[in-house]
């Protein structure tokens, strides 16, 4: 970070908890900041308003008002509205996050702390609002000159037009320094919203598995039951061929020798069902596997596989088109060391775009048509030809890609959908995990009225390449 904090900080720390409030204050010694502190929202909201601190660290869980209604009443209040405000929450309160957010706050760290991690994000919000001060000075100062250079305009010429360059130079430069203020909270937010949803799904996933767990392992126990209930009442009727006109009436009512069959039926059903629970709830745990430090051995087979399955909803027909097949060519291909959660973005960032490219399709085709020619998305992995590579391929047949769109497609904030349907981050956070991270290789290609492909290249690295404690 270029900003150098060089005018006073004050920051104030608000919890019901002196040991968190001690270690706060000791964690951010040391940085040249003077830290104020209150134990309630209440005494939280005077010490702001005369105070009026650079950054507020802010307790959820509070007595009195919590820090969801403090943050409220800080944000109403003109003294306050702007001072930036950083939640402090547990690691599973994914909702208090996401809600925090909606309410004004920057950021959020949760609990217990990580000394460099509550550093390095005071440190990036500071850096934040000095930043929005130095821009705002800048556009006064730039409307201050431009009221006097309009004033002087009809008594120079020379002055207007000196004028008008600095203007054009200052306008650049402001613009410049907003668009990269925008990436910077755009990034953050993207980033915590991922780490949410991950930590979801991996509960989800967690949830499942007992009752699962459960259900599979009574199954057979209960198939055996059944047989044997159903041998006694056979036995039964073997030894008392004539049971007497009610026990016939009720063996007549229930239609036992139909229930004898079907029972096997359900029986059958409910063992497929279980699968099928059994393998979404192992792929959401495939998808969500949190990414480590360094990186491991993965099969990125699996982590299509999980995506597919994630989307087979999308899949599935409806009323505008019929089913989209899904064809995988996978060949044999070793495990590679990557983040794997991050490849899993990007698989499903690019199927979820050739599902969305064939819904729009089907916007302009008629059902019947699309019947005729079938939508298709294919899935292909194998190794490149140099052999120290691994080659992923997804492609459609919907529409295709224009060339003047395809030279922008991994352009930040570049989007052809409509507004809520697109950020215009996919593609670029896609390129980046690709590129960046892996030092892999992303391509496309498309052709107008016959569809689009992906393809993926990266590197594979043998064990030796791993840290000890990420080897299999």
Avoid at 9 to 16: A, E, M, S
Avoid at 266 to 294: C, G, P, Q, V
Avoid at 353 to 376: G, K
Wanted: proline share 3%; hydrophobic share 40%; charged share 20%.
């Amino acid at each position: 970070m270029t900003s150098s904090f060089d005018q006073p900080v004050r920051i104030l720390l608000v919890d019901d908890n002196p040991t968190n409030l001690k270690v706060l204050s000791d964690t951010l010694k040391g940085h040249g900041w003077t830290m104020l502190v209150a134990t309630d929202g209440v005494s939280a909201i005077e010490q702001a308003q005369y105070a009026q601190p650079s950054l507020i660290l802010l307790d959820v869980m509070m007595p009195g008002i919590d820090g969801f209604e403090t943050c409220q009443r800080l944000k109403a209040h003109g003294n306050t509205q702007a001072i930036p405000i950083i939640f402090m929450t547990a690691l599973s309160d994914a909702e208090y996050k996401v809600r925090g957010l909606e309410m004004g706050a920057v950021d959020y760290i949760t609990k217990p702390f990580q000394q460099k991690e509550v550093i390095a994000r005071v440190k990036l919000h500071l850096h934040l609002k000095f930043l929005a001060q130095e821009l705002a000075e800048k556009n006064e100062l730039l409307t201050q000159e431009i009221a006097e250079k309009t004033a002087a305009e009809s008594r120079l010429q020379q002055l207007a037009q000196e004028l008008e360059h600095r203007v054009e130079q200052r306008t650049a430069e402001l613009s410049h320094s907003l668009e990269q203020l925008q990436q910077t909270q755009l990034q953050l937010v993207q980033s915590e919203k991922m780490s949410a949803l991950g930590n979801l799904v991996a509960g989800v996933a967690h949830e499942l598995n007992n009752p699962i767990s459960f259900l599979q392992g009574n199954l057979e126990p209960l198939r055996e039951y059944i047989q044997e209930l159903l041998g006694l009442v056979k036995s039964y009727q073997k030894t008392f061929p004539d049971p007497g006109q009610a026990i016939q009436n009720q063996i007549n009512a229930i239609d036992l020798d139909f229930l004898s069959q079907d029972l096997e039926k359900i029986l059958s059903s409910w063992s497929t069902a279980m699968e099928r629970i059994y393998n979404i709830s192992d792929s959401l745990r495939t998808f969500s596997r949190a990414d480590k430090e360094h990186k491991v051995l993965f099969d990125v087979r699996d982590g299509l596989d999980s995506t597919l399955l994630i989307l087979k909803h999308r899949l599935k027909a409806n009323e505008n088109r019929p089913e989209i097949t899904v064809l995988k060519h996978y060949q044999d291909i070793p495990e590679i060391a990557c983040f794997a959660g991050q490849l899993n973005q990007v698989f499903m960032n690019l199927l979820a775009n050739a599902i969305d490219t064939l819904d729009d399709v089907s916007q302009s085709s008629s059902f019947e048509s699309l019947q005729a020619s079938s939508n298709v998305i294919t899935v292909s992995t194998g190794l490149a030809a140099d052999g120290a590579n691994i080659v992923i391929k997804i492609e459609d047949n919907g529409a295709g890609i224009d060339e003047s769109v395809r030279a922008r497609i991994f352009d930040y904030l570049f989007t052809t959908k409509e507004v809520g349907r697109g950020t215009g981050l996919g593609l670029t956070i896609v390129q980046q995990i690709i590129v960046d991270k892996h030092r892999g290789s992303i391509e496309v290609a498309s052709t107008l009225g016959k569809g689009t492909s992906f393809t993926i290249t990266l590197p594979i690295q043998t064990v030796t390449d791993l840290p000890m404690d990420t080897r299999h």
